[in-house]
Each structure stands twice: as C-alpha cells, then as structure tokens.
C-alpha cells in the first residue's frame, strides 16, 4: 500500500487476502503494509488450487467481507477483487460449469462493489480432460465472469503477467492509489 495515500494512513484502506479452491481460507487479516501482503502473495502461488467450489468461497467470502462501510476508519468501503478462471470444478472427472453468478448477485446486494478479474483458460489442443470438461463451457465462461462483475468492474486477463496489468486498471479505475502488488 501507498503509504503516501491518506486514504492508507488514516487506515481507510487495507487489503487482505483470501484463497480458495477446495477450502476457502483467509490468509492475511485487513492490512496497511505492502510487504506482509507481497510475503502472502509469493506463499500463495505454491498452494494447490486445482479446484473451485465457488458456493462455499462466495459463503466464505460474505461472512469475511461483512457488509459495505461508510468510508470511516471503524467502518471502511469495501471491495472484493475476484481473479479466477470462471470454471466451477471439483476434480478432473467432474463436469465443469461456468461460475454461478446468483452467487455474485448476493454478494453485490450486501453493497460490495466485485471488481473480476478473468484469467482466460488456455486452450490446449488434443488434450482428452479439457475437451470432456472444459471445452464445452467455453462460451459461457466470460458472460458469466462479466456478468458476476459490479457493472463497469469486469477485466479480463491473458495470462498471469497480465494481472498486475488488470490492477493498475483497478486502481485508475478507482482514481485512487492502489496497493502495486508486482514488480
């Protein structure tokens, strides 16, 4: 975070972090400090996320996240930052779907604002799991990953490099300064 940003020093904005796949778990409380949320990030690329039950994330989420402040320090605005492939999988033999976006309905209802972020599934040629399970919900998966999104808060992403991409777009978007979270 910024620590130039008033908005920061007044403690109005913090970030944390949660990961989710077969279990959803916050991995770092509301925080000031850029460096405790790098040290979470560079933990969480080792973590197994191969799969995603985006019911439970969602009930984890809304439980964790609260309802929308009123831009106090006591009472922050908040906003969820999803990134995901939109794809709702348990394992390898399950068929897949697109995420459910009645979930992200809920959540926006509370008044949090979803920013998404949709990291594109590769495709991959000749490979016998992504032609049973992925590539016949293909098309649905960015509609649904727009539609999730508070209106004007979809971002779609290439690859991995291009997420830090898709947050500096976040934080222009939000005209405030933002948390670099990559060199």
């Not at 990961?19 to 460096?35: D, H, R």
């Not at 999730?148 to 971002?155: D, E, I, K, Q, V």
């Amino acid at each position: 975070m910024d620590a130039s940003d008033p908005d920061v020093a007044a403690g109005k904005r913090k970030m944390s972090i949660m990961a989710f796949s077969g279990k959803t778990e916050k991995l770092i409380s509301p925080s000031k400090s850029a460096n405790a949320v790098k040290a979470v990030l560079n933990d969480f690329a080792k973590a197994d996320r191969f799969e995603t039950e985006y019911a439970k994330a969602f009930s984890k989420f809304k439980t964790f996240v609260g309802t929308q402040g009123n831009d106090t320090e006591a009472n922050p605005d908040k906003m969820l930052i999803l990134i995901t492939d939109g794809i709702e999988s348990r394992d390898a033999f399950h068929s897949q779907k697109a995420i459910d976006v009645g979930l992200c309905t809920d959540l926006k209802a509370s008044g949090i604002k979803l920013a998404v972020i949709e990291l594109k599934y590769p495709k991959l040629t000749s490979n016998f799991l992504y032609d049973d399970t992925v590539l016949p919900v293909e098309d649905d998966i960015s509609p649904a990953m727009e539609a999730c999104a508070s209106p004007g808060w979809y971002f779609q992403a290439a690859d991995n490099a291009d997420i830090p991409v898709k947050f500096n777009e976040i934080k222009n978007k939000f005209g405030v300064a933002f948390t670099r979270l990559v060199d």
